[in-house]
């Protein structure tokens, strides 16, 4: 019988990599599963099929809207959706509480956080603020949706009450981003979603849809924390924030792959970002 209290909803494009691994970790919770992909040439569908995966196509434009599109795409008969990226996986934790998990014990709950460990070239990030990290992966199909107020994060949203589970843990690793190339033109992509966004928030064509909330739930909090960020100096926040979080949040006991990550993330990245922004802007004085 196939459970009845929820289903996996799953993102792919060309995972042949990932999505044994994840299939693998939910098989024994005998739920349904739907995959939305976006046109994976590699074994991906392949692979689905022998899970018996429902699979649906949509192409690609960003995160939150495949979210958006994956949310309406199926029939989701179940009161409860886990949505997941391919590089995931449930930890034995997880699946412990997901195999005793029934919809009747959780009335008046709309969401449920996940904690998160982010693995790096085989590296748990344990310091740098990557760990607890709160996700809310877990949520009642009637209320919950995507946040379309973001061109790159995507979170799920729910109007109601929400709970965190701190000892079960989602595992994340994506084994592409070993190829730190693979890594650098992902997020080079993910840098023009980003500095298009915050060049629309400066002219209060995007909000938050999230209420920015310090002491409120992991993502009011994140909300607050933009806030802050879109304040500061750019090309001066990089910096801020690498230090922050590989001196004061301790990322430097990551060891080696936890340098390279945390100087990417937090210092590469955000420069690239911030470079962006300010070629856009002076685009604008010049048109």
Known sequence: MTNP???FLILTYNEEVHLPRLLNSIYELNAAVCILDSGSTDH??????????QVK????ENHPRQWHHALNAFEIKTPWVIGLDADQVLSDELK?????????????IDGIYFNRK??????WLKYGGYYPFYLLKMFRYDSGYSDLNEHMDHRFIVPGKTIIWKDAFLLEENLKENNISFWINKHNRY???????EIERRQKLRLQTVKPLFWGTPDQRTAWLKQLWWRMPLFIRPAIYFIYRYI???GILDGYAGFIFHFMQAFWFRLVVDI???ELLNNEKTD
């Open 118 to 123: 982010n693995h790096f070239k085989g590296k």
């Open 5 to 7: 209290h929820y289903t």
């Open 44 to 53: 991906t569908l392949t692979i689905a099929a022998t899970y018996d995966a």
């Open 276 to 278: 962006k922004i300010k």
């Open 191 to 197: 840098s023009d979603l980003l500095a298009c966004e």
């Open 57 to 60: 196509q949509h192409p690609f």
């Open 248 to 250: 004061f949040r301790f």
């Open 96 to 108: 412990q509480q997901l195999l005793h998990f029934k919809d009747e014990d959780y009335q008046g």
